[in-house]
């Protein structure tokens, strides 16, 4: 039947539809899945940087074994919030809130969101910058995107990272999360494209907690976010933090933790 298709496509003058790469179970079929999507890649404006990019990444078992084991998510919200060490990220972003007040008052200014959620968001991600993950962060989504479980998504997240590469935003050797985040709030590449921001001169470094502060405000306003107005659950601003995360116990100690860094 493909064949069929693409003969009729080229008796009649026009570009044969892509044909989507398959995905797979195992590590056993990735290199010849990255060969094969490379061209998809190629037609969608992928260069050359990002093309060797793909060519150099290996199958990332450890993403797989993260991928299947996000039992976090399954808990009630008290024992969440004990797990991810609330009170713990409340007593330091009060702190942080304070010894960044000039930054946090910039941010609030340009996107109108204020200091909690950053901090909570900042602190639930990555402890406040000090632990970003060491997996590579092309091998994680490129694994993703070849795996059975949720392929689509995570190749418009390949896409997106490839385009950050040539771009000079990200390399070949960039390292993050498991599942391809990248940076002290933890963005993956298609928000990176989508709401990335530099504070200062120069591109964007989400390594650097101006600009991952910055972006997160960005993403959160591109969610919805309005000033001034509420953001616990039922209020106005909620729903900016559900598009952060899809998990509820996530979405709602991120409410619960920034209010009480904003004293509210």
């Known amino acids: 039947m493909r064949r069929i298709v693409l003969c009729l496509f ?3 003058g026009l570009a044969a539809p892509a044909v989507a790469a398959s995905c797979g179970k195992t590590g056993a079929g990735f290199d010849a899945w990255k060969t094969s999507y490379a061209a998809e890649a190629r037609a969608q404006g992928i ?3 990002g093309l060797a990019a793909l060519a150099g990444t290996s199958y990332a078992t450890a993403t797989i074994k993260a991928d299947r084991s996000m039992h976090s998510f399954k808990l009630g919200l008290d024992a969440f919030m004990e797990k991810r060490g609330a009170a713990t990220i409340v007593a330091q972003g009060r702190k942080k809130k304070a010894q960044n007040a000039a930054l946090f008052k910039k941010i609030e200014k340009k ?3 204020p200091a909690g959620p950053l901090i909570a968001i900042w602190g639930m991600e990555t402890a406040f910058g000090s632990y970003m993950g060491h997996q590579n962060t092309i091998s994680a989504v490129a694994t993703l995107a070849y795996d059975c479980r949720r392929p689509d998504y995570f190749r418009e ?3 997106a990272a490839l385009t950050l590469i040539d771009n000079g935003v990200l390399s070949a050797s960039s390292t993050g999360a498991m599942h391809g985040e990248v940076g002290q709030t933890q963005f993956l590449p298609k928000n990176v494209l989508l709401y990335g921001a530099a504070v200062g001169v120069g591109g964007i470094d989400l390594n650097d907690k101006a600009d991952a502060l910055a972006s997160t405000a960005n993403f959160l306003r591109g969610h919805g976010w309005q000033p001034g107005l509420g953001y616990a659950p039922g209020e ?3 729903a ?3 598009g952060w995360n899809a998990a509820s116990v996530y979405q709602q100690a991120l409410a619960i933790m920034g209010n009480e860094i904003d004293g509210n």
Request: aromatic content about 12%.
């Open 111 to 113: 996107y109108g969101v």
């Open 157 to 159: 997240q390949l896409i």
């Open 10 to 12: 080229l008796m009649l």
């Open 236 to 238: 106005p601003n909620f």
């Open 47 to 49: 260069g050359p940087a």
């Open 240 to 242: 900016a933090l559900q």
